[in-house]
């Protein structure tokens, strides 16, 4: 041991110095071998997370149903299984909440529902006349756009879609009215969004 | 010898895949807060009345619902005639609360398509404040089938019925 420790000749030196040359390279073998070890090793999450992106892009593509004006709104359950088609989007949220209820056109609120606004044209319609004015003017303004856009675009078509996206509260004199003042700006193919009841 | 070795440490170089998965967990975090299709939606077409030219058969067949405040009327006609006239009152729900009676109005759909030629039109007369999720309800039970069998009453029109 005492030797080993302490070479004495110069074979022993050499040998000595040959022996803690190799000890110190395989140690900084091993050093090396547990930093490449303890990094993590990214390219499964990149799948992953690159998998979860297509299938999340694809899903908002095929969506063709999104809600975005403020207010509350519940929308009701139904059993049907037809996929919603791309459409302009009337929406009306819920008349029961803290603030008023909107009739939104796409994005835009149009008309803010109030009691008095409500009454003034439950009354209208109960006499036959069912055109809500302020919706009229905008959606006769998307079919304009529409139809500017399809006179540059080819795959753009004027089909007349509408869906409608109320609130499961909304009277039905109010859809009645809706789907008549649609009619008026020539949106006359209707679909009524509901929420798919699971099986 | 230079070269080759600045070929190797570029070789040996990892890419910086950080700043690539910062923007990867955000945009999926983003679409995951505001994709709403899991919920998935479902449509329901429908009509509403259209003036006619007055050229309609006398021994036309129709069928109407009436959806009133508290029952549903199942109505079928040839003309003036009426051949089927079935009330159906509200029924406690599973709440203690009234509900429409969707199983006995699919009931009558089923047995008056089978007895008559009827297409798949049906008109909803719905009284002013009946809600929209009944409205929902109400296309949903006459326009129920069974799979493998033939569409119930799949092209409903929507009408208004005051007073009721």
Do not use: C
Not at chain 1, 55 to 68: E, G, N, Q
Not at chain 1, 116 to 138: H, P, S
Not at chain 2, 97 to 125: C, F, M, R, V
């Amino acid at each position: 041991m005492s030797q080993q420790s302490h070479p004495n000749s110069s074979s022993e030196l050499e040998q000595y110095v040959a022996r803690k040359k190799r000890k110190e390279k395989r140690a900084k073998r091993k050093r090396s071998n547990d930093v490449v070890a303890k990094e993590i090793n990214l390219v499964a999450m990149m799948d992953v997370l690159t998998i979860l992106l297509i299938f999340l892009l694809k899903s908002y593509s095929v969506s063709a149903l999104s809600i975005p004006v403020g207010g509350t709104i519940s929308i009701p359950l139904s059993k049907q299984t037809i996929n919603p088609k791309e459409a302009v989007k009337l929406t009306i949220t819920s008349i029961k909440g803290s603030t008023p209820g909107v009739i939104a056109v796409d994005e835009e609120a149009i008309v803010e529902l109030t009691p008095e606004f409500l009454a003034q044209y439950q009354t209208r319609l109960q006499k036959g006349d069912y055109t809500i004015k302020e919706v009229k003017l905008a959606l006769e303004k998307k079919k304009r756009l529409i139809k500017a856009m399809a006179s540059i675009v080819d795959d753009v078509v004027f089909d007349g879609k509408i869906m409608v996206i109320a609130d499961k509260e909304t009277p039905s004199w109010l859809i009645l009215s809706v789907l008549g003042t649609s009619a008026e700006a020539e949106f006359t193919q209707y679909q009524l969004a509901a929420v798919r009841k699971s099986q | 010898m230079g070269r080759r070795k600045q070929h190797n440490d570029e070789m040996g170089q990892e890419l910086n895949l950080v700043p690539y998965m910062d923007i990867m967990v955000n945009l999926v975090l983003f679409m995951l807060v505001n994709i709403i299709s899991f919920l998935s939606f479902t449509i329901l077409n429908t009509s509403i009345p259209t003036l006619s030219d007055g050229t309609s058969k006398d021994d036309q067949l129709a069928v109407r619902v009436d959806v009133e405040s508290s029952s549903y009327k199942f109505v079928v006609t040839q003309g003036d005639k009426v051949i089927v006239n079935a009330v159906l009152p509200k029924i406690a729900g599973p709440d203690g609360e009234k509900i429409y009676d969707t199983e006995k109005l699919l009931q009558l759909a089923e047995s008056a398509k089978e007895k008559y030629p009827l297409g798949g039109q049906i008109l909803l007369n719905m009284s002013a404040n009946v809600k929209y999720e009944d409205l929902v309800s109400t296309m949903d039970a006459v326009a129920e089938t069974q799979p493998g069998l033939a569409d119930l009453f799949i092209e409903p029109t929507l009408n208004i019925l005051w007073g009721s």
